[in-house]
Nanobody, 127 residues
Framework: QVQLVESGGGLVQAGGSLRLSCAAS????????MGWFRQAPGKERVFVAG????????DYADSVKGRFTISRDNAKNTVYLQMNSLKPEDTAIYYC????????????????????WGQGTQVTVSS
């Protein structure tokens, strides 16, 4: 059974930074494509960032390009989301997701590509 546990969320002022972590267990982490999604109050969950198995290929939503960085440490079974220059509109619950079905080294931006999800961590950015 795969478990994904997010951490690192919290309250930060606009312009500040946070680093989210997602620790995975239960399957070979290096075989997974990983992603971060977020859901703001009253809105649908949307893609934020994705990273391929090797970590070489990344993809970002336009709204976070240049501010957020996704990375992974396969030795630690962990994926990270470094968030800089945070804005109030970044306020949301952030979810980590894993795809173990894909055989290619690609980043994926669609929810249906992922088969495991964490419980989420709240990020609140005050103005």
């Amino acid at each position: 059974q795969v478990q994904l546990v997010e951490s690192g969320g919290g309250l930060v002022q606009a312009g500040g930074s946070l680093r989210l972590s997602c620790a995975a267990s239960g399957r070979t982490f290096s075989s997974s494509t990983m992603g971060w999604f977020r859901q703001a109050p009253g809105k649908e969950r949307v893609f934020v960032a994705g990273i391929s198995r090797s970590g070489i290929i990344t993809d970002y939503a336009d709204s976070v390009k240049g501010r957020f960085t996704i990375s992974r440490d396969n030795a630690k079974n962990t994926v990270y989301l470094q968030m800089n220059s945070l804005k109030p509109e970044d306020t949301a619950i952030y979810y980590c997701a894993a795809d173990f079905r894909s055989l290619s080294d690609l980043a994926r931006a669609t929810e249906r590509a992922y088969d495991y999800w964490g419980q989420g961590t709240q990020v609140t950015v005050s103005s």
